[in-house]
């Protein structure tokens, strides 16, 4: 249903590989031979870029240390956690946060009562929305004996990059998701990942190939890796050391009258569940070492994840439209009547 939209612009950038991928086979579906194929230069691979000065990694010799403490110390109620799980997402269905939640109950209760005492979900969103659900009574009924805290004021993007940097991993397992923002900005800030293997949250987790990075020529045949059967044990696909992906167990087709059909892929809250356990048995230093790779990940001339990569795609590609633009076939309008 996008197909002429598509048609219509002279030039696409694509926010995630899978939407290049889409893209380039949807653009030319049932296109008249006469008018040509697309041209390579009308599509470009333009993901969202992250400010790589506004969301870094701290340490005690930045000049935001003090701020950074001070904001901590309000934001966990000065208490000391071992193990902080951090969520930055609306509230909405797709977004499966009452299934985070499952998980979080499912991971600490395997934790002794002292260790499950030392962890905490942080959840930056509106804990009540029309749009999602209660979380403050799927907290009372689901989870109801460990540490979830909601935080629901609106922050600056500095006070955004302190959150990141006080979590130990940032999870999104939003079941359908075009981009994914706050996989990217916790990478920047270099705190690890948990990602659901669906839509732009694959290109955060780093995926190669035979050893290679999956470029996004290679998702028009791909398609995307939610396919678990597929692609969860395939021995020549492996990520990024700062990512643990998990795959949807079940993929359905949702819509609705504006979007008529897209894949809805759900995964399951105890297999979320064990790699948030993998993630608390990772040593602390290992986990910074990760985080830290995950950095050098986005803002690399691979992944393409940083702004000033997406400044350089952007003029790339208004630049080659310049070049190779060409008119197109006019066409007449004409007035119709009843009569």
Known sequence: WNQPFYECCDWLGAISKQTYGIVKNVRDYKRPVEEGKTEPWQIDYVPHGINEKVFKCLDATSKLWE???GFKQVILDNKEYDFVLYYNNRNIRRKQTSDIIMAWNTFCSQLTKEQADKCL???HTPAVDPNGTNLHAV????CPDYNIKFSQKHISEAEMMFMYNLADVTINIASNEGFGLSGAESLMCGTPIINNVTGGLQDHCGFKLNGKHITADQ???IGSLHDDRKWKNNPDLSW?????PVWPSNRSIQGSPETPFIFDDRARFDDVAELIKEWYNTPSEKRKA??????EFVTGKQ?????SEMCVGFVKGINATLKNWKPRKRFSLYKIEDK
Do not use: F, N
């Open 67 to 69: 701020h950074y403490t």
């Open 121 to 123: 979900l942080l959840m």
């Open 139 to 142: 907290k009372e009924m689901v």
């Open 219 to 221: 998702y028009i045949e």
């Open 240 to 244: 990024g050391k700062w990512a643990k």
């Open 290 to 295: 990760y985080g830290q790779l995950g950095r």
């Open 303 to 307: 992944s393409m994840l940083s702004a």
